[in-house]
């Protein structure tokens, strides 16, 4: 149960980062991944907080 | 994709007669049009104390000063039809775009090696590539660590308003004392053109409802700045058919909400950045459009026409960039402030400016005294100082002025793609994009040019002269105009 990023769309635009309530998202490389160990999917929350701050649609999915 | 920003049309009569006459018998320069050489009268001593030596607000101060941006702040809580920062090229210059984004740390590397090897630094600005104020922690460690180490630097944020208001009190304790807005918009239904979503309080609005909350929240950031007596420019991006003619009514609204100063820019928009203008055929304004509409503007908010609309990790003088040169692997491990070399450039300025002013009255006294109607279009190559001390070959843009009757009056700049002397694509071809540039301009003034560009531009009816190498600007036109209609007693220059 995590999200995952996918990595041709991500702008590297960091958004998510401090946006995640787990801090599972970090930058790795050229872009930014979501350690599915720490990925709670915002349980508890309205919304998925990655995918609602993200710039690019559909890149913050259900992996 | 860098057209000039000034029509033809504007060029053969003055932006603001009544600007340039009362320049012309100050000696100092237009406000309007101009920034001011010396303190405009009507502004505050204060504000021009914070303006003096900033390059983004005073035309004068463009000359001697530079601005860096560090990019730290990724970051975004809107998106903007015209923006997309997915994409970097380096010798793309539009806002938004960066080649590497910084830490607080590595910035701080950055502005010391910069400020050590370049002394005309005297603003570092934070203009993203995302919103300075939605990536507030970052954004305020590195103002506070830099400012730490240099304690003159000034401090200048660029945001889009959304989270404005949340930190317009730190903004004022930590001394950031100049706040740009991007406003494009007062009425939310334009605003759904601009801005298909907004991330507010923890989730996402989209249409005008996104465009409502954004909009208030900008009017608020800037009623807030305000009161703290922070200086707040506005940026508005043009966008014909969008919203064009509603600008007059953005300036009107932030005019009455105490801002500074008021920028337009041309949309930018090219298929090949990847925005959605781009992508949709959105056309950016033509030189024409968007000097009408600035015209139009004059007498509001007070107009900025020297913008060079530049990328968020520039370094430099307006006109040049050289944010290649300090790239994070250029920079050393360890850095330690030299104040030594800026002091000594300010000391430097602040005569030059002096004998500047001097020489710019003398020069308009000289332009008035000739008795005609003549009008020049003169573009000028520098590299700063306000002197005419750029190879033609080398210049990355030339400064045009208009000087006539009414006196000596900057109206604008021509980016050049490629410099003649630097062009690998074979020399004349380069050469003719120079000459495109330089359309409807008179006479070119540069500190050395050839015989066979020389020889080129005057087939293309341009007049290119290194007879006024090194001078000051107003000077060197000065005394070209007097030359060119025949003044008996040549007037004597400062």
Redesign the interface.
Same mark, same amino acid.
């Given at each position: 149960m995590a999200f995952k990023i996918i990595a041709s769309q991500c702008?590297?635009?960091? @958004?998510c =980062?401090? =946006?995640c309530p787990s801090a599972a998202i970090r930058m790795k490389g050229e872009t930014y991944i979501i350690d599915p160990a720490k990925c709670t999917e915002c349980e508890g929350?309205?919304?998925q907080?990655c995918a @609602?701050?993200c710039?690019v649609p559909k890149t913050c999915i259900k992996a | 994709m860098n057209q000039p920003m000034i029509s033809l049309e504007s060029l053969f009569a003055p932006i603001d007669e009544e600007a340039l006459q009362k320049a012309a018998t100050s000696g100092g320069c237009s406000s309007s049009s101009c920034g001011s050489s010396a303190k405009p009268e009507d502004m505050a001593e204060d504000v021009w104390d914070k303006i003096k030596d900033h390059p983004c607000y005073s035309e004068e101060a463009h000359h001697y000063f530079a601005r860096m941006h560090v990019a730290v702040a990724?970051?975004?809580?809107i998106?903007c039809n015209y923006c997309? !920062? $997915?994409y970097d090229c380096a010798n793309e210059s539009r806002p938004g775009v960066v080649s590497e $984004?910084l830490t607080p740390d590595q910035a701080m590397r950055k502005v010391v090696t910069v400020a050590n090897e370049v002394p005309q630094l005297s603003v570092l600005g934070i203009a993203g590539?995302?919103d300075a104020c &939605?990536?507030w !922690?970052k954004t305020k460690a590195t103002f506070e660590q830099i400012s730490k180490e240099i304690p003159d630097i000034k401090l200048c944020i660029s945001t889009n308003g959304l989270a404005l208001p949340d930190h317009v009190d730190e903004l004022a304790t930590m001394n950031v004392d100049h706040v740009t807005i991007t406003i494009n918009m007062v009425d939310p239904e334009i605003g759904a053109k601009i801005y298909p979503w907004i &991330?507010y309080n $923890? !989730?996402?609005y989209e249409g005008i409802e996104a465009a409502k909350i954004l909009h208030e929240r900008q009017m608020l950031g800037l009623e807030m700045l305000t009161a703290r007596g922070i200086l707040t420019k506005i940026n508005s991006v043009m966008i014909p058919g969008v919203n064009d003619e509603h600008l007059l009514e953005v300036n009107k609204w932030v005019k009455e909400r105490g801002a500074f100063l008021h920028n337009v820019m041309p949309l930018i928009s090219d298929p090949a950045h990847g925005t959605h203008y781009g992508l949709t055929g959105q056309r950016g304004p033509t030189p024409m459009e968007l000097k009408a509409l600035q015209d139009k503007l004059e007498g509001g908010a007070k107009l900025m026409r020297h913008c060079r609309q530049c990328r968020a990790d520039a370094v430099g003088l307006l006109g040049e960039d050289r944010g290649q040169e300090f790239t994070l692997d250029q920079l050393p491990e360890t850095v330690t402030y030299d104040a030594s070399r800026r002091e000594a450039y300010r000391e430097i300025v602040a005569k030059e400016r002096g004998d500047h002013v001097e020489a710019k009255k003398a020069a308009v006294a000289e332009v008035k005294d000739v008795a005609t109607d003549a009008k020049l279009l003169v573009a000028v190559a520098t590299k700063g100082g306000g002197r005419v001390n750029e190879h033609f070959g080398h210049a990355k843009e030339f400064q045009v002025y208009e000087v006539g009757p009414k006196g000596i009056g900057f109206v604008g700049h021509r980016k050049v793609e490629a410099q003649y002397c630097e062009g690998g694509w074979g020399e004349d071809a380069t050469l003719d994009t120079v000459i495109q540039a330089l359309v409807g301009v008179d006479v070119v003034l540069c500190a050395k040019i050839g015989d066979c560009p020389k020889d080129m531009l005057t087939a293309a009816g341009i007049r290119a002269t290194d007879d006024y190498g090194f001078e000051y600007i107003e000077t060197a036109i000065g005394s070209l105009y007097a030359a060119e209609f025949g003044l008996e007693t040549s007037a004597a220059v400062a």
């Open positions: 702008t590297s635009c960091g @958004a =980062e401090f =946006e929350m309205d919304t907080q @609602a701050v710039p | 990724p970051a975004c809580n998106q997309n !920062r $997915k $984004k590539p995302g &939605y990536d !922690r &991330y $923890k !989730r996402r």
